[in-house]
Protein backbone atom coordinates (compact mmCIF):
# COMPACT_ATOMS: atom_id res chain seq x y z
CA UNK A 1 0.00 0.00 0.00
CA UNK A 2 1.30 2.99 -1.20
CA UNK A 3 -0.96 5.37 1.66
CA UNK A 4 -1.67 3.90 5.14
CA UNK A 5 -5.73 2.45 5.44
CA UNK A 6 -6.97 4.56 8.29
CA UNK A 7 -10.33 2.63 9.45
CA UNK A 8 -12.21 4.58 12.08
CA UNK A 9 -15.05 1.72 13.68
CA UNK A 10 -17.43 3.64 15.82
CA UNK A 11 -20.23 2.88 17.78
CA UNK A 12 -22.00 3.20 21.25
CA UNK A 13 -20.75 1.94 24.25
CA UNK A 14 -20.58 -1.28 24.78
CA UNK A 15 -21.23 -2.24 20.95
CA UNK A 16 -18.22 -4.81 20.71
CA UNK A 17 -15.76 -2.42 18.94
CA UNK A 18 -12.69 -3.82 20.93
CA UNK A 19 -13.66 -7.37 20.03
CA UNK A 20 -13.72 -6.14 16.78
CA UNK A 21 -10.65 -4.40 16.43
CA UNK A 22 -9.11 -7.03 17.75
CA UNK A 23 -10.48 -9.71 15.20
CA UNK A 24 -9.73 -7.25 12.27
CA UNK A 25 -6.03 -6.60 13.87
CA UNK A 26 -5.60 -10.75 13.59
CA UNK A 27 -6.92 -10.76 10.14
CA UNK A 28 -4.35 -8.45 9.16
CA UNK A 29 -1.52 -9.63 10.72
CA UNK A 30 -2.27 -13.51 8.55
CA UNK A 31 -2.07 -12.00 5.57
CA UNK A 32 1.23 -10.06 6.09
CA UNK A 33 -0.08 -6.22 6.76
CA UNK A 34 1.32 -4.12 9.35
CA UNK A 35 -1.16 -2.52 12.07
CA UNK A 36 -1.35 0.13 14.43
CA UNK A 37 -4.12 0.67 17.01
CA UNK A 38 -5.48 3.84 18.35
CA UNK A 39 -7.44 3.78 21.49
CA UNK A 40 -9.23 7.04 22.99
CA UNK A 41 -11.22 7.71 26.29
CA UNK A 42 -12.54 10.60 28.21
CA UNK A 43 -10.45 9.42 30.81
CA UNK A 44 -6.86 7.54 31.70
CA UNK A 45 -5.55 3.82 32.35
CA UNK A 46 -8.07 2.14 29.57
CA UNK A 47 -9.16 -1.38 29.44
CA UNK A 48 -9.06 -1.40 25.36
CA UNK A 49 -5.12 -0.37 25.45
CA UNK A 50 -4.69 -3.45 28.16
CA UNK A 51 -6.31 -5.88 25.87
CA UNK A 52 -4.72 -4.57 22.67
CA UNK A 53 -1.35 -4.91 24.29
CA UNK A 54 -2.16 -8.45 25.70
CA UNK A 55 -2.17 -9.52 22.11
CA UNK A 56 0.96 -7.53 21.00
CA UNK A 57 -0.09 -5.14 18.87
CA UNK A 58 1.33 -1.88 18.73
CA UNK A 59 -1.10 0.53 20.01
CA UNK A 60 -0.91 4.02 21.29
CA UNK A 61 -3.70 6.02 23.88
CA UNK A 62 -5.78 9.25 23.65
CA UNK A 63 -6.81 10.24 26.75
CA UNK A 64 -8.34 13.38 27.72
CA UNK A 65 -11.42 13.70 25.06
CA UNK A 66 -12.71 12.46 22.08
CA UNK A 67 -10.76 11.99 18.91
CA UNK A 68 -12.96 15.24 17.25
CA UNK A 69 -11.29 17.31 20.50
CA UNK A 70 -8.53 15.51 20.33
CA UNK A 71 -7.53 15.76 16.45
CA UNK A 72 -4.00 16.70 16.11
CA UNK A 73 -3.31 14.25 19.36
CA UNK A 74 -4.83 11.94 17.04
CA UNK A 75 -2.15 12.38 14.08
CA UNK A 76 0.70 12.86 16.60
CA UNK A 77 0.16 9.33 17.67
CA UNK A 78 -0.61 7.91 14.01
CA UNK A 79 3.03 9.65 13.63
CA UNK A 80 4.40 8.16 16.20
CA UNK A 81 3.34 4.06 15.05
CA UNK A 82 4.41 5.20 11.39
CA UNK A 83 8.00 5.95 13.24
CA UNK A 84 7.64 2.68 15.02
CA UNK A 85 6.13 0.22 13.19
CA UNK A 86 5.06 1.79 9.52
CA UNK A 87 1.73 0.20 9.34
CA UNK A 88 -0.23 -0.66 6.36
CA UNK A 89 -3.34 -0.24 8.54
CA UNK A 90 -4.23 1.82 11.57
CA UNK A 91 -7.82 0.68 13.56
CA UNK A 92 -8.99 3.88 15.82
CA UNK A 93 -11.47 3.03 18.13
CA UNK A 94 -13.52 6.67 18.88
CA UNK A 95 -14.91 7.42 22.53
CA UNK A 96 -18.15 5.11 22.60
CA UNK A 97 -20.32 8.30 23.61
CA UNK A 98 -18.62 10.27 20.50
CA UNK A 99 -20.51 11.53 17.10
CA UNK A 100 -20.04 13.74 14.29
CA UNK A 101 -17.08 12.03 13.60
CA UNK A 102 -16.84 12.76 9.59
CA UNK A 103 -16.76 16.32 9.74
CA UNK A 104 -14.41 16.58 12.81
CA UNK A 105 -12.29 13.42 11.73
CA UNK A 106 -12.67 11.69 8.78
CA UNK A 107 -12.85 14.67 6.37
CA UNK A 108 -9.76 16.66 8.48
CA UNK A 109 -7.79 13.76 7.97
CA UNK A 110 -8.65 13.21 4.32
CA UNK A 111 -8.75 17.12 3.48
CA UNK A 112 -4.84 18.00 5.79
CA UNK A 113 -3.11 14.61 5.52
CA UNK A 114 -3.95 13.29 2.17
CA UNK A 115 -1.18 12.41 0.86
CA UNK A 116 -0.39 10.07 3.91
CA UNK A 117 -3.88 7.79 4.84
CA UNK A 118 -6.36 6.63 2.53
CA UNK A 119 -10.06 7.30 4.74
CA UNK A 120 -12.52 4.54 4.62
CA UNK A 121 -15.54 4.95 5.10
CA UNK A 122 -16.70 5.35 8.79
CA UNK A 123 -18.58 2.77 10.24
CA UNK A 124 -20.93 2.42 13.40
CA UNK A 125 -21.36 -1.19 15.57
CA UNK A 126 -24.48 -1.84 16.90
CA UNK A 127 -25.20 -3.92 19.68
CA UNK A 128 -28.74 -5.62 18.82
CA UNK A 129 -30.14 -5.99 21.71
CA UNK A 130 -29.61 -2.45 23.21
CA UNK A 131 -30.56 -1.56 19.17
CA UNK A 132 -34.22 -3.32 19.87
CA UNK A 133 -34.83 -1.29 22.80
CA UNK A 134 -33.64 2.27 21.53
CA UNK A 135 -35.53 2.29 18.45
CA UNK A 136 -38.95 0.88 20.45
CA UNK A 137 -38.72 -2.67 19.13
CA UNK A 138 -38.48 -4.31 22.37
CA UNK A 139 -39.54 -3.75 25.66
CA UNK A 140 -36.56 -3.36 28.14
CA UNK A 141 -34.41 -0.32 29.86
CA UNK A 142 -33.72 2.97 27.53
CA UNK A 143 -31.39 5.55 27.94
CA UNK A 144 -33.28 9.41 28.03
CA UNK A 145 -33.50 11.33 25.24
CA UNK A 146 -30.07 13.45 24.58
CA UNK A 147 -28.46 10.33 24.97
CA UNK A 148 -30.69 8.39 22.47
CA UNK A 149 -30.40 11.69 20.20
CA UNK A 150 -26.13 10.22 20.57
CA UNK A 151 -26.79 6.89 19.54
CA UNK A 152 -29.14 8.21 16.34
CA UNK A 153 -27.12 10.51 15.58
CA UNK A 154 -24.09 7.96 15.16
CA UNK A 155 -26.43 5.79 13.36
CA UNK A 156 -27.31 8.84 11.02
CA UNK A 157 -23.68 9.66 10.04
CA UNK A 158 -22.60 5.83 9.48
CA UNK A 159 -21.86 4.88 5.81
CA UNK A 160 -21.96 1.32 7.07
CA UNK A 161 -23.93 0.08 9.83
CA UNK A 162 -22.31 -3.36 11.14
CA UNK A 163 -25.27 -5.48 13.46
CA UNK A 164 -22.76 -6.75 15.82
CA UNK A 165 -22.98 -9.97 18.38
CA UNK A 166 -25.91 -11.90 16.09
CA UNK A 167 -25.10 -14.78 18.06
CA UNK A 168 -27.20 -13.36 20.68
CA UNK A 169 -30.75 -12.52 18.67
CA UNK A 170 -33.08 -14.78 16.94
CA UNK A 171 -34.02 -14.70 13.21
CA UNK A 172 -36.89 -12.61 13.38
CA UNK A 173 -35.11 -10.24 16.02
CA UNK A 174 -32.61 -9.72 13.37
CA UNK A 175 -34.95 -9.38 10.71
CA UNK A 176 -37.20 -6.75 12.98
CA UNK A 177 -34.01 -4.90 13.47
CA UNK A 178 -32.54 -4.87 9.76
CA UNK A 179 -36.05 -3.69 8.56
CA UNK A 180 -36.00 -0.63 11.13
CA UNK A 181 -32.29 0.22 9.82
CA UNK A 182 -32.76 -0.01 6.94
CA UNK A 183 -36.42 2.03 7.03
CA UNK A 184 -34.77 4.88 8.93
CA UNK A 185 -31.00 4.80 7.79
CA UNK A 186 -31.40 4.22 4.23
CA UNK A 187 -27.95 5.40 2.77
CA UNK A 188 -26.47 3.30 5.04
CA UNK A 189 -24.60 -0.22 4.25
CA UNK A 190 -25.87 -3.17 6.44
CA UNK A 191 -23.40 -6.10 7.52
CA UNK A 192 -24.36 -8.77 10.10
CA UNK A 193 -21.46 -10.62 12.07
CA UNK A 194 -20.46 -11.82 15.62
CA UNK A 195 -17.15 -10.74 16.16
CA UNK A 196 -17.30 -12.60 19.63
CA UNK A 197 -17.37 -15.86 17.76
CA UNK A 198 -15.73 -15.02 14.55
CA UNK A 199 -18.54 -15.28 11.93
CA UNK A 200 -19.28 -13.06 9.03
CA UNK A 201 -16.30 -10.98 9.30
CA UNK A 202 -14.59 -11.42 5.94
CA UNK A 203 -17.18 -9.35 3.95
CA UNK A 204 -17.11 -6.38 6.01
CA UNK A 205 -13.46 -6.41 6.42
CA UNK A 206 -13.01 -6.74 2.54
CA UNK A 207 -15.22 -3.86 2.66
CA UNK A 208 -13.22 -1.46 4.62
CA UNK A 209 -9.97 -1.89 2.82
CA UNK A 210 -11.18 -1.19 -0.52
CA UNK A 211 -14.10 1.00 0.03
CA UNK A 212 -13.33 5.32 0.16
CA UNK A 213 -15.08 7.70 2.23
CA UNK A 214 -18.48 9.64 0.55
CA UNK A 215 -17.31 13.10 1.28
CA UNK A 216 -20.59 14.50 0.48
CA UNK A 217 -21.63 13.04 3.16
CA UNK A 218 -22.79 15.77 6.07
CA UNK A 219 -25.44 15.73 9.05
CA UNK A 220 -26.23 18.66 11.08
CA UNK A 221 -25.76 18.28 14.93
CA UNK A 222 -27.60 20.69 17.91
CA UNK A 223 -24.23 20.77 19.79
CA UNK A 224 -26.23 21.76 22.86
CA UNK A 225 -28.24 18.70 22.92
CA UNK A 226 -25.08 16.31 21.99
CA UNK A 227 -23.25 18.23 25.18
CA UNK A 228 -26.36 17.58 27.17
CA UNK A 229 -26.42 14.07 26.64
CA UNK A 230 -22.81 13.08 26.95
CA UNK A 231 -22.93 15.15 30.26
CA UNK A 232 -26.02 12.64 31.25
CA UNK A 233 -23.20 10.22 31.58
CA UNK A 234 -20.83 9.20 34.50
CA UNK A 235 -17.58 8.03 34.04
CA UNK A 236 -15.32 6.03 36.14
CA UNK A 237 -11.66 4.51 35.61
CA UNK A 238 -9.71 3.37 38.13
CA UNK A 239 -6.18 0.81 38.58
CA UNK A 240 -5.43 -0.95 41.58
CA UNK A 241 -2.95 -3.06 42.96
CA UNK A 242 -3.66 -6.20 44.13
CA UNK A 243 -2.03 -9.29 46.04
CA UNK A 244 -1.94 -12.29 48.08
CA UNK A 245 -0.52 -11.21 51.64
CA UNK A 246 0.64 -14.49 52.72
CA UNK A 247 2.24 -15.23 49.33
CA UNK A 248 -0.70 -17.69 48.25
CA UNK A 249 -2.49 -17.07 45.07
CA UNK A 250 -5.57 -16.37 43.72
CA UNK A 251 -8.35 -17.17 40.97
CA UNK A 252 -8.35 -14.11 39.26
CA UNK A 253 -10.84 -15.00 36.88
CA UNK A 254 -13.45 -15.32 39.76
CA UNK A 255 -11.95 -12.35 41.31
CA UNK A 256 -13.15 -10.02 38.25
CA UNK A 257 -16.36 -12.11 37.68
CA UNK A 258 -17.36 -11.40 41.15
CA UNK A 259 -16.63 -7.87 41.18
CA UNK A 260 -18.61 -7.48 37.97
CA UNK A 261 -21.70 -8.86 39.43
CA UNK A 262 -21.24 -6.59 42.22
CA UNK A 263 -21.10 -3.53 40.16
CA UNK A 264 -24.00 -4.83 38.66
CA UNK A 265 -26.18 -5.62 41.43
CA UNK A 266 -25.78 -2.22 42.99
CA UNK A 267 -26.05 -0.18 39.97
CA UNK A 268 -29.63 -2.45 39.69
CA UNK A 269 -30.29 -1.49 43.24
CA UNK A 270 -30.62 2.19 42.06
CA UNK A 271 -32.06 1.94 38.80
CA UNK A 272 -28.88 2.67 37.02
CA UNK A 273 -28.53 1.41 33.53
CA UNK A 274 -24.95 0.28 32.90
CA UNK A 275 -23.62 1.67 29.13
CA UNK A 276 -20.47 -0.64 29.43
CA UNK A 277 -18.60 -2.34 32.49
CA UNK A 278 -15.12 -3.50 31.38
CA UNK A 279 -12.44 -4.91 33.67
CA UNK A 280 -8.87 -6.53 32.77
CA UNK A 281 -6.34 -8.33 35.75
CA UNK A 282 -2.59 -8.48 34.43
CA UNK A 283 -0.25 -10.87 36.45
CA UNK A 284 2.83 -8.69 37.43
CA UNK A 285 4.98 -9.05 34.77
CA UNK A 286 2.93 -10.66 32.70
CA UNK A 287 0.98 -8.27 30.47
CA UNK A 288 0.07 -10.97 27.70
CA UNK A 289 -1.49 -13.19 29.99
CA UNK A 290 -5.22 -11.33 31.16
CA UNK A 291 -8.30 -11.89 32.20
CA UNK A 292 -10.91 -9.66 31.02
CA UNK A 293 -15.17 -9.33 32.16
CA UNK A 294 -17.83 -7.05 30.45
CA UNK A 295 -21.20 -6.05 31.09
CA UNK A 296 -23.27 -3.81 28.27
CA UNK A 297 -26.83 -4.12 30.38
CA UNK A 298 -27.96 -3.79 33.92
CA UNK A 299 -29.94 -7.11 33.25
CA UNK A 300 -27.16 -8.74 31.33
CA UNK A 301 -24.89 -11.40 33.45
CA UNK A 302 -21.25 -10.40 32.93
CA UNK A 303 -19.30 -12.29 30.17
CA UNK A 304 -15.48 -13.33 30.94
CA UNK A 305 -14.19 -12.75 27.35
CA UNK A 306 -10.54 -13.48 28.51
CA UNK A 307 -9.20 -15.88 31.02
CA UNK A 308 -6.08 -16.47 33.21
CA UNK A 309 -4.84 -19.93 32.72
CA UNK A 310 -3.61 -20.53 36.40
CA UNK A 311 -3.88 -18.55 39.83
CA UNK A 312 -2.16 -15.68 40.27
CA UNK A 313 -0.42 -14.09 43.28
CA UNK A 314 -0.59 -10.25 42.58
CA UNK A 315 -2.21 -8.24 39.54
CA UNK A 316 -3.12 -5.18 37.93
CA UNK A 317 -6.78 -4.30 37.94
CA UNK A 318 -8.13 -2.01 35.12
CA UNK A 319 -11.92 -0.65 35.77
CA UNK A 320 -14.04 0.97 33.31
CA UNK A 321 -17.56 1.73 33.89
CA UNK A 322 -20.05 4.11 32.00
CA UNK A 323 -23.90 4.32 33.12
CA UNK A 324 -26.21 6.88 32.62
CA UNK A 325 -26.05 8.16 36.03
CA UNK A 326 -24.33 10.72 38.57
CA UNK A 327 -20.38 9.77 38.18
CA UNK A 328 -20.31 10.31 42.48
CA UNK A 329 -22.86 6.70 42.26
CA UNK A 330 -20.31 5.02 40.58
CA UNK A 331 -17.35 6.11 42.50
CA UNK A 332 -19.42 4.89 46.02
CA UNK A 333 -20.17 1.63 44.02
CA UNK A 334 -16.77 0.96 42.97
CA UNK A 335 -15.50 1.83 46.89
CA UNK A 336 -17.72 -0.69 48.37
CA UNK A 337 -17.37 -3.21 45.73
CA UNK A 338 -13.48 -3.51 46.35
CA UNK A 339 -14.04 -3.72 50.25
CA UNK A 340 -16.93 -6.64 49.63
CA UNK A 341 -15.13 -8.91 46.86
CA UNK A 342 -11.41 -8.13 47.08
CA UNK A 343 -10.85 -7.43 50.72
CA UNK A 344 -13.42 -9.86 52.33
CA UNK A 345 -14.55 -12.26 50.53
CA UNK A 346 -11.31 -12.90 48.59
CA UNK A 347 -8.73 -11.21 51.50
CA UNK A 348 -6.68 -9.76 49.29
CA UNK A 349 -4.57 -6.40 50.01
CA UNK A 350 -5.23 -3.85 47.39
CA UNK A 351 -4.05 -0.37 46.58
CA UNK A 352 -5.23 2.25 44.41
CA UNK A 353 -2.96 3.70 42.23
CA UNK A 354 -5.10 6.13 39.93
CA UNK A 355 -8.84 6.87 40.19
CA UNK A 356 -11.10 9.17 38.07
CA UNK A 357 -14.95 9.82 37.81
CA UNK A 358 -16.60 12.94 36.01
CA UNK A 359 -19.08 13.77 33.42
CA UNK A 360 -17.46 14.22 29.73
CA UNK A 361 -17.57 17.98 29.02
CA UNK A 362 -18.88 19.75 26.40
CA UNK A 363 -17.73 18.31 23.07
CA UNK A 364 -15.26 21.46 21.21
CA UNK A 365 -14.33 19.77 17.91
CA UNK A 366 -10.48 21.02 16.71
CA UNK A 367 -11.48 21.01 12.93
CA UNK A 368 -15.41 21.17 11.78
CA UNK A 369 -16.02 20.84 7.75
CA UNK A 370 -18.72 20.30 6.28
CA UNK A 371 -17.58 20.77 2.37
CA UNK A 372 -14.62 19.55 0.72
Not at 80 to 100: I, M
Not at 217 to 228: I, L, Q, S, T
Amino acid sequence: MDKARYIMIGGFLGAGKTTSIQRFAEHLDARGLKVGLITNDQGAGLVDSALARSKNFPVEEISGGCFCCRFNSLVDAATNLTHETRPDVFLAEPVGSCTDLVATVSLPLQKIYGDAYRVAPLCVLVDPIRALRVLGLEEGKRFSENVRYIYLKQLEEAEVIVINKTDLVDAAQLELLRGALKKNFPEAKIEEVSARNGEHLEDWFARMLEEEMDVSRFMEVDYARYGEGEALLGWLNCTLEVAEPDGGEFDGNALVSDLAVALRDRMAAQSVEVAHLKMTLNPVGEPYEVAAVNLVRTDQSPELSHRLVDPIDEGELLVNMRCEADPDILDAATREAFISVIEERFSLSCEETHREHFRPGQPNPTHRMTEV
